[in-house]
């Protein structure tokens, strides 16, 4: 069994064929996945979406490239959310240095509202940090009592360790699977096998042997089967504990 702890199923991309795309990824193992939001007016979608089928739950928040779309009430919104649909995490949230044009002291503020959030409900954060690994540690320190996931990191081995020991796993998905990746590749190698997720941040990131095409859930394996070459373990072995990690994150049982 494996648990796609990042992917955007309810993403228009997917409108089409969504329910195939969930019957391939069931069919591959993929028996969970973790579904994050993006603005307030994709929650309701969202929550329609994850109702289609087992093992889709939906996560709620507000993400730093969609800084437009947002307004401070969404804020108090997504409390309410919280509150009445008991998701499994909030996000997806955090800071993106990379895009120009997205005022950092305002993401800032949407994201200090989400961590405190997280912290107030006892639910993990799902993170999204893009060349902004640095301000994310410090914003999680400065808010403290949390746990979560940094997903598709891309930082230093220096800062998974620093998450680590806050409280955080990483969320690794196809960009590990391309030779030139190789600081990722051995982030994935080295860090400690209780911090990993698997992800397909699908309809984005496709891995290697789908360059350029429609990412979904049921390349999860193959990511999994990379990763577990890199670490020179059994890929039925990472897939176990890898499940039990987002078990424990996200309170499965």
């Not at 940090?129 to 400065?142: E, G, M």
């Not at 998905?173 to 699908?202: F, H, K, N, S």
């Not at 072995?237 to 424990?248: D, G, I, P, V, Y």
């Amino acid at each position: 069994m494996l648990v796609d702890s990042h992917c955007h199923l309810d993403a228009g991309e997917f409108d089409p064929d969504r329910r195939e795309v969930i019957g391939r990824a069931q069919r591959a193992g993929v028996a969970r996945q973790l579904v994050p939001a993006v603005t307030a007016a994709s929650w309701p979608k969202l929550r329609e979406v994850c109702g289609q089928a087992p093992g889709l739950f939906p996560a709620y928040g507000l993400h730093p490239v969609f800084l437009d779309a947002h307004c401070e009430a969404d804020l108090a919104t997504l409390a309410e959310w919280i509150q009445r649909e008991k998701p499994r995490a909030i996000g997806e949230c955090g800071l993106d240095y990379f895009l120009d044009g997205l005022d950092r002291d305002r993401q800032q503020l949407f994201f200090d509202g989400q961590l405190r959030l997280a912290r107030d409900f006892q639910l993990p954060v799902i993170v999204h940090a893009r060349r902004a690994v640095d301000a994310v540690i410090a914003s999680i320190r400065r808010v403290g009592g949390l746990t979560g996931v940094v997903h598709s990191f891309s930082g230093s081995p220096e800062q998974a360790a620093l998450l680590y020991r806050h409280g955080f796993l990483l969320g690794l998905g196809g960009p590990v699977t391309y030779d030139r990746a190789q600081r990722l590749q051995r982030i994935a190698r080295d860090i400690p096998l209780e911090q990993l997720l698997l992800e397909t941040d699908a309809p984005d990131q496709p891995d290697a042997g789908i360059r350029g095409q429609r990412n979904e859930p049921a390349r999860l394996p193959v990511i999994a089967a990379h990763i577990a070459r890199l670490r020179g373990m059994d890929v039925d072995a990472l897939a176990k504990a890898t499940t039990e990690n987002a078990q424990r994150l996200f309170g499965w049982a």
